[in-house]
């Protein structure tokens, strides 16, 4: 599993996130940061370029040496791009230091969603912004039904992901309030393409 979770999940990951139907959620969420930005789960970078010139600096958070690697051989972008290897459970960053938020599809990922999200506004300034767009937790009865016994296989094989997390709630138990939430079905099978995407902020 060690070989597979170091090597091979991260490769499976960059490559699942260039679907191609993705591209419009991130034209959608990413431009609106601003300021000092922290990127949950940064991955290989597929979102730096599409930062607007409101933004200062990325601090990219990631816990896959590969995957960050891969975000290193981005090209250079017109503000600074700070990776950091470690997790969202434990933001090495102090309190209020950062103007807004993003995370893309890893709240599904991050072993203790609810820890990681409490670390994300403790890090947000007092006004501060949470960007996202997740998957998780259908609102049909029949797939949910699918997404609570496919969850136990598709972790295996998914480094973790999890498909029957209830994004908005766990969102909002954080502390943070909704300015933005829309839901639906993305193309594809539904256990698998329910989606999350809207921003929020510190109650």
């Known amino acids: 599993m060690g070989f597979y979770q170091h090597q091979v999940v991260p490769l499976l990951t960059d490559l699942s996130m260039r679907n191609k139907h993705l ?6 969420v990413v431009p ?7 990127e949950i789960g940064i ?9 607007s ?24 972008l017109s503000f600074p791009v700070d990776l ?17 938020v993003v995370t893309t599809w890893t709240l599904c990922t991050i072993p203790d969603a609810s820890r990681a999200l409490h670390e994300m506004r403790r890090v947000l300034k007092p006004g501060g912004r949470l960007l996202f767009v997740e998957h998780g937790r259908a609102p049909d009865p029949n797939v949910v039904w699918w997404q609570d016994r496919l969850n136990p296989i598709w972790k295996g094989i998914g480094g973790g ?3 029957n997390r209830a994004i908005g709630s766990l969102i909002e138990g954080a502390g ?20 999350y995407e809207g921003s929020a902020h510190p109650r």
């Open 176 to 195: 943070f309030q909704f300015e933005r939430l829309q839901t639906g079905y993305m193309r594809g099978h539904k256990p698998m393409t329910f989606m």
């Open 23 to 28: 591209a419009a959620y991130r034209d959608r």
């Open 161 to 163: 992901c999890h498909l």
């Open 32 to 38: 609106a940061a601003t300021g000092r930005v922290l």
């Open 53 to 76: 010139p409101n933004v200062q600096q990325v601090i990219g958070l990631e816990p896959s040496p590969k995957l960050l690697g891969m975000a290193r051989d981005t090209e250079r």
């Open 84 to 100: 950091i290897e470690g997790s969202a459970e434990e933001i090495p960053l102090e309190s209020a230091s950062v103007d807004t």
């Open 43 to 51: 991955g290989s970078g597929l979102n730096l370029r599409r930062y």
